[in-house]
């Protein structure tokens, strides 16, 4: 590893080759906790590659757990979290709409690591058990539509970093890359990032590996449709602007999408929201990220009539049963 900083401290970047190798020691545990932190800390001060990205991306892929869910379909809406905004678990909420919608889900989440509470703990506050086996995360795809995947138990190298990203408290490129390598490869991925410089690597990357994404940026610093200003959305029939007017008909106050100060109250703003019972902002800015995760699967015509399938998907109330069956399934 030493020689690996010193190449890195003198400014020079990673080939893809030589970013997977590291990425696959980390994972094995070869490296101790402050090589591994002095080496995740120089991306916190320049910007990753797309050689850094792709040779990280491959590392975790050989290295995961994967799942097989062969002949099923499935979607992902992440974000990769480290927008520093604290909003309450969108991209979660937004799965179990669709789910409600008729869609199957495979959703791949992790502890927050510099937000208060991320995908995973909401989850497992509300009563669902991380399981890595294939058997009973297809049950759940079949009989509820929505499965959760919890990266450490399928990704060892991330595993391992857990402590020192908790401890850092701080966006690294782990955040980068948790919506990349989720190991039931979904067909369809909606990512949201934090900037547009990142958002347009993962476009570069996407665009050679799938048919079927969007990547989303509130232009406001979001790594989601916030709806606190504008959005822009990069798919393979290129980059558009879009108002939170035209998505939502309604533009929102930062506050009113908080996330809350404890992982029981971000469990709280869930539930309320799931239950047809959140603000109209909060219930907005969902509908419109799970409307574009439909739009995406190419099954609606056009954005509006997705946006009308996720409404009826909350209100009537199939995205809570969808949850329900999904934790009585523990």
């Given at each position: 590893?030493?020689?690996?900083?010193n190449?890195?401290?003198?400014?020079?970047?990673?080939n893809?080759?030589?970013?997977k190798?590291?990425?696959?020691?980390?994972?094995?545990?070869v490296?101790?906790?402050?090589?591994?932190?002095?080496?995740m800390?120089?991306?916190?001060m320049?910007?990753?590659?797309?050689?850094?990205l792709?040779?990280?991306?491959?590392?975790?892929?050989?290295?995961?757990?994967?799942?097989?869910?062969?002949?099923?379909?499935?979607?992902?809406?992440v974000g990769?979290?480290?927008?520093?905004?604290?909003?309450?678990?969108i991209?979660?909420l937004?799965?179990?709409i669709?789910?409600?919608?008729?869609?199957?889900?495979?959703k791949?989440?992790?502890?927050?690591a510099?937000?208060i509470?991320?995908?995973?703990n909401?989850?497992e506050?509300?009563?669902?058990?991380?399981?890595?086996?294939?058997?009973?995360?297809?049950?759940?795809?079949?009989?509820?539509?929505?499965?959760?995947?919890?990266?450490?138990?399928?990704?060892?190298?991330?595993?391992?970093v857990g402590?020192i990203?908790k401890?850092?408290?701080?966006?690294?490129?782990?955040?980068?890359?948790?919506p990349?390598?989720?190991?039931?490869?979904?067909?369809?991925?909606?990512?949201g990032?934090?900037?547009l410089?990142?958002?347009?690597?993962?476009n570069?990357?996407l665009?050679?590996?799938?048919?079927?994404?969007?990547?989303?940026?509130?232009?406001?610093?979001?790594?989601e449709?916030?709806?606190t200003?504008?959005s822009?959305?990069?798919?393979?029939?290129?980059?558009?602007?879009?108002?939170?007017?035209?998505?939502?008909?309604m533009?929102?106050?930062?506050?009113s999408?908080?996330?809350?100060?404890?992982?029981?109250?971000?469990?709280h703003?869930?539930?309320?929201?799931?239950?047809?019972?959140?603000?109209?902002?909060?219930?907005?800015?969902?509908?419109?990220?799970?409307?574009i995760?439909?739009?995406v699967?190419?099954?609606?015509k056009?954005?509006?009539?997705a946006?009308?399938?996720?409404k009826?998907?909350?209100?009537?109330?199939?995205?809570?049963?969808c949850?329900?069956?999904?934790?009585?399934?523990?």
């Amino acid at each position: 590893m030493k020689k690996i900083l010193n190449h890195l401290f003198e400014h020079k970047t990673l080939n893809r080759a030589e970013a997977k190798e590291v990425l696959v020691n980390i994972g094995k545990g070869v490296y101790n906790e402050h090589e591994v932190t002095s080496f995740m800390t120089v991306f916190l001060m320049r910007s990753i590659t797309l050689q850094e990205l792709q040779g990280f991306q491959d590392a975790l892929l050989e290295l995961c757990l994967p799942m097989d869910f062969s002949g099923i379909d499935t979607i992902d809406i992440v974000g990769t979290g480290g927008d520093g905004k604290n909003t309450f678990n969108i991209s979660t909420l937004s799965c179990f709409i669709v789910a409600g919608a008729g869609h199957k889900v495979s959703k791949h989440g992790n502890y927050g690591a510099s937000a208060i509470s991320g995908s995973s703990n909401v989850i497992e506050s509300l009563g669902y058990r991380f399981k890595n086996d294939n058997a009973a995360l297809r049950k759940e795809l079949e009989e509820a539509n929505i499965c959760f995947l919890h990266a450490p138990m399928f990704h060892p190298a991330l595993k391992n970093v857990g402590p020192i990203r908790k401890n850092l408290g701080m966006r690294t490129f782990f955040n980068m890359l948790g919506p990349l390598v989720n190991p039931a490869f979904p067909k369809f991925s909606i990512i949201g990032v934090y900037n547009l410089e990142m958002a347009r690597l993962y476009n570069y990357l996407l665009q050679q590996q799938k048919e079927n994404f969007a990547i989303v940026h509130g232009l406001d610093g979001y790594d989601e449709v916030s709806l606190t200003g504008d959005s822009k959305l990069f798919t393979h029939e290129g980059e558009k602007v879009f108002s939170a007017v035209q998505l939502a008909g309604m533009e929102v106050k930062p506050e009113s999408i908080s996330g809350g100060n404890t992982i029981e109250e971000a469990a709280h703003i869930f539930k309320t929201i799931i239950e047809g019972k959140g603000s109209p902002e909060q219930e907005a800015v969902v509908l419109a990220n799970a409307a574009i995760a439909l739009q995406v699967t190419g099954l609606f015509k056009s954005y509006d009539d997705a946006f009308e399938a996720a409404k009826e998907s909350l209100r009537s109330g199939k995205a809570n049963t969808c949850l329900k069956k999904l934790i009585s399934l523990q």
